[in-house]
């Protein structure tokens, strides 16, 4: 396999990389929904011996920025301390670099990392120095260094991408393959390439098709191409994303991670997500309350605390709302469990948030 792809590497200078974070991926979903020993699993964890043997030989294995942010947020869905303090340690020695420059691509790629950073350092289960590492990266990367913007990659994104090749990619059987079909239409919308902008809704039906595959990695890019879609074109894909989310007829699965991408829009969008609150709210409030499926329902309540903390203060249109929500869902007799630790996390995080935004309103107002 190894000799496979050093020889298609002169092709596709990118695939052993994205390989690699595939099969780790779902090696490491496998490993943490499963105690079984399958024979598909015992193969992942022989290739990712044998590669891992590669990239301690050969430093150039992983050809951007891009692709080892991908690895660190691979790594860090894991649950394993040893898997956490290995990515945590990488982010850490990248983001202290004196070279680290980021183009748009990668800037979204290390803000995806703070959702899942922000979990870590309040996870009590963990120890105090993986909290305390999570803190310290949560806190770097939120407050954006502008030494990291790189000046001249917006300017030198390729421009040249081959539809007609990505839409072959996106249909071929080999998995690797499409998935590097979905990164690339991913960094076609990124580009702001005026063919992005014009084929909006084709190419947001690719992403929600992708979304349904089984292989995390491509549904995890599908995610991110969503995503993309909403920070270059938050007015046109928030309101269908949020539609196309309440559509019953969709797939359990599928729904929750729309849910997601609209959570990773939103924690991306900075004091402009104000601007797009209104359907949001409302559309997570109406599935929190009426969803026929006690996971969107418990999703929803998620998402809903999320964007809450995001808000702040600007979350008061909503206070009354959000409360009747889930104080009469903790109120209802035999309310599946899920659903009221949902409701239960909302008011938790609206208080702390409100809480917050007081203690730093009273300290400006004595100075």
């Not at 090696?27 to 079984?36: A, E």
């Not at 009747?324 to 630790?341: A, H, Q, T």
Request: net charge negative; proline share 3%; hydrophobic share 40%.
């Amino acid at each position: 396999i190894i000799s496979l792809l050093s020889e298609l590497s002169n092709f596709m200078k990118n695939l052993a990389g994205d390989l690699f974070i595939g099969i780790l991926s779902e090696f490491i979903r496998i490993s943490s929904t499963s105690t079984s020993t399958s024979s598909r699993h015992w193969i992942q964890l022989e290739i990712l011996a044998v590669m891992s043997q590669s990239i301690s030989t050969n430093p150039n294995f992983f050809k951007s920025i891009e692709q080892l942010l991908t690895l660190i947020s691979t790594l860090l869905n894991s649950t394993d301390e040893s898997t956490l303090q290995l990515a945590l340690g990488i982010l850490g020695t990248l983001l202290e670099s004196g070279t680290f420059k980021l183009n748009q691509a990668e800037e979204i790629l290390i803000l995806d990392l703070l959702p899942r950073l922000e979990e870590i350092q309040v996870e009590e289960n963990f120890q105090v120095e993986i909290r305390q590492a999570a803190s310290t990266l949560y806190l770097k990367i939120n407050s954006r260094d502008p030494s990291w913007s790189d000046a001249t990659s917006h300017a030198d994104a390729p421009r040249n991408f081959d539809i007609k090749e990505i839409l072959r990619d996106l249909n071929d059987p080999l998995i690797p393959v499409r998935a590097m079909g979905v990164v690339n239409l991913r960094k076609l919308v990124l580009s702001k390439d005026e063919r992005a902008r014009k084929n909006f809704e084709k190419i947001l039906g690719i992403f929600l098709n992708q979304v349904r595959d089984e292989d995390s990695y491509i549904y995890l890019n599908a995610i991110r191409g969503i995503s993309a879609l909403g920070d270059i074109y938050p007015k046109e894909t928030i309101p269908k994303i949020v539609e196309i989310f309440q559509d019953e007829k969709l797939g359990v699965e599928t729904r929750l991670k729309l849910g997601e991408s609209l959570v990773q829009i939103a924690l991306r969008c900075g004091p402009t997500v104000v601007s797009f609150s209104d359907v949001m709210m409302h559309g997570f409030l109406s599935m929190a309350t009426h969803d026929a499926d006690d996971l969107i329902r418990a999703s929803s309540l998620g998402n809903i605390a999320e964007i809450s903390r995001k808000l702040k203060f600007a979350v008061h249109p909503f206070v009354t709302e959000i409360l009747e929500c889930s104080i009469n869902i903790l109120r209802r007799n035999g309310e599946d469990s899920s659903v009221r630790s949902g409701a239960m996390w909302v008011i938790t995080c609206l208080f702390r948030g409100l809480d917050t935004d007081l203690d730093s309103a009273k300290k400006f107002s004595r100075t």
